[in-house]
């Protein structure tokens, strides 16, 4: 649709455009009332062992309902770091994450995987909150892994290893998340110290030659760096066993499992052998 704006100006999809950005400031004001409101929940999702399936992870993903609709994390992230909201968000996640997983009828306590933006790792007082977090809640820092987006290692090479560093003293693990979907080079990677690599479920989903061939050399970078795997968007028993057979060492997906609230968690927990 064309439309003439008063100056007489030919502009495409005015209404459109008005209407997304009225929509998205709707949103934004909606998220920083979320938490107060209680619209924000925590969704919990297992990452097991490849050979066993055993939980060996839980990862934590938030959700928001707006007006009534649940608003997927991949619109309402970037809002927030847009918007200057995600360190309030990211510090929110992580406490409740902490506190519900300590309270699951799960024994032992599995490690428990929260995403954090880059954004909010570089905060000043990020590890601060972290420190805060761990003591208020009791949760012990061994069991807290830590996922970033390959894409954000680009750039602030030397803050984020600043970061990763005093993680690493406090034996906090990190993963690198959507691993193959970013553009940082193998040697800006190579000089963090992280724990595991999350191939992104783009590869996974669709396994086909140039797939297959991006994670086999993937495996081989986590493999000489001595760190594990986890192959995320795992949805059938034919990927399961192929990512498995090709050396994988955890998987994530709805095959085994969907996100899901914490105390469905513990009850899909202690029936999934059923
Ligand atoms: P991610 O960390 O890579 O999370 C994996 C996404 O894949 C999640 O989407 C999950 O629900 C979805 N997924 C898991 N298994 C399958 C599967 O078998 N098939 C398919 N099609 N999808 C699967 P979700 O929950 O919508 O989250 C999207 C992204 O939003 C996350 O990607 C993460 O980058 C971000 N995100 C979510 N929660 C948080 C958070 O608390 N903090 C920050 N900073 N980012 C978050
Ligand atoms: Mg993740
Ligand atoms: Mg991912
Ligand atoms: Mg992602």
Redesign the pocket.
């Known amino acids: 649709q064309q439309k003439r704006t008063q100056r007489g100006a030919v502009c495409l999809y005015n209404e459109d455009i008005y209407h997304h950005v009225r929509l998205e400031e709707a949103r934004r004001a909606g998220l920083a009332e979320a938490i107060r409101n209680n619209e924000l929940t ?2 919990y ?1 297992p990452i097991v062992d490849a050979s066993t399936y055993e939980v060996v992870c839980i ?5 928001w309902r707006f007006r009534g609709k649940a608003i ?3 619109v309402f ?1 970037p809002l ?2 847009k918007s200057g909201l ?1 360190n309030k ?2 510090t929110w ?2 406490e409740r ?1 902490c506190i519900e997983t300590l309270e699951l009828d799960i024994t032992p306590l599995p490690a428990v995987s ?4 880059i954004l ?1 790792l570089l905060e000043d007082d990020f590890i601060a909150h972290i420190d805060r977090i761990l003591t208020g809640t009791g949760f012990p820092a061994t069991k807290l892994h830590l ?1 970033i ?1 390959e894409s954000a290692f680009a750039q602030n090479r030397v803050a984020i290893r600043e970061k990763v560093e005093a993680l690493k003293a406090r034996h906090i693990q990190i993963s690198i ?2 691993f193959g979907t970013g553009f940082s080079s193998l040697s800006q990677l190579q000089l963090l110290s992280f724990d595991r690599i ?1 191939i ?2 783009s590869f ?2 669709d396994l086909s030659s140039g797939n297959e061939a991006i994670i086999r050399a993937t495996l081989m970078i986590a493999r000489e760096f001595g760190c594990q795997t986890v192959a ?4 059938s028993v034919s990927q399961a066993q192929r990512l498995r057979n090709m050396g994988v060492t955890h998987l ?5 499992a ?2 899901m609230p914490a105390a469905e968690f513990t009850h899909w927990f202690h029936h999934k052998d059923n």
């Not at 990862?59 to 959700?63: A, F, N, V």
């Not at 929260?114 to 933006?117: D, E, H, K, L």
């Not at 995320?232 to 949805?235: K, L, Q, R, T, Y």
């Not at 994530?252 to 085994?256: A, K, N, R, T």
């Open positions: 925590v969704y999702q990862e934590t993903l938030l959700r997927s994390p991949a992230i927030a770091e995600i968000l990211g996640v992580l994450a929260v995403n954090v933006s909010q996922e987006t998340d959507d999350k992104d479920k996974v989903m995320e968007g795992v949805e994530q997906g709805f095959y085994f969907r996100p």
